[in-house]
Every structure is written in C-alpha cells, then in structure tokens.
C-alpha cells in the first residue's frame, strides 16, 4: 500500500506544477507525516497500527520508492511526448529539466 500511496502522493504534488526534485521531496515529507500520525495514534488512542521500527522504516523505503518510480515514468512520458511533438513541427526537442 505504501508504494501505492507514494506514487499518488507524487501524482498529486507534481500536479501542482513542483519541479521533480521538489515533489519527490514533498513526497517523502508527506510519508513521513502519515508515520508520525499513526505512531501518535498508538500513542493517544491506542490502535495498533505502527509494528516497531522496521516496519515504520519499511513503509517509508516504499513510499520513497514509490514516489520515485511515479517521478520516472512521468520524466520518461514528458520527453517522449516533446520529442514525437517537435519531430512532427520539425523543432529540436526540449532539453528542459522539469
């Protein structure tokens, strides 16, 4: 789920017109914040919903990776998508880092 919940996140940030570096990290803080929350939801209404640190550690690996691949494939569209465009007017391609 966490993957999952990492490309959404970077879905949603990148939607906002943030450069990748910047969603990526916006990402990564908003993974964190949802482990915080559900360790400060065992803490004051206690559910069980943290496993100890390596499952916090975990999820935060996945939702880093999920971010990350969301972020790759969106790179690898976008130039795709301006090269066939500036193959067709006849332009050099964008060379834009986004």
Known sequence: MHLLGGMALAYFI???GFRRRVCFLL???GA???ELA??????????A???GVADTLRDLLFGCLGAAWFLTVDAYVTE???????????RSPR???R
């Open 27 to 29: 990402t990564l803080a």
């Open 32 to 34: 964190l914040a949802w």
């Open 14 to 16: 990148g939607g906002a």
């Open 49 to 51: 919903m943290t496993h």
């Open 95 to 97: 060379t834009e880092v």
């Open 38 to 47: 559900e360790a400060m939801s065992d803490a004051r209404l206690g559910t």
């Open 80 to 90: 795709s998508r301006a090269a066939r465009s500036a193959a067709a007017t006849g």
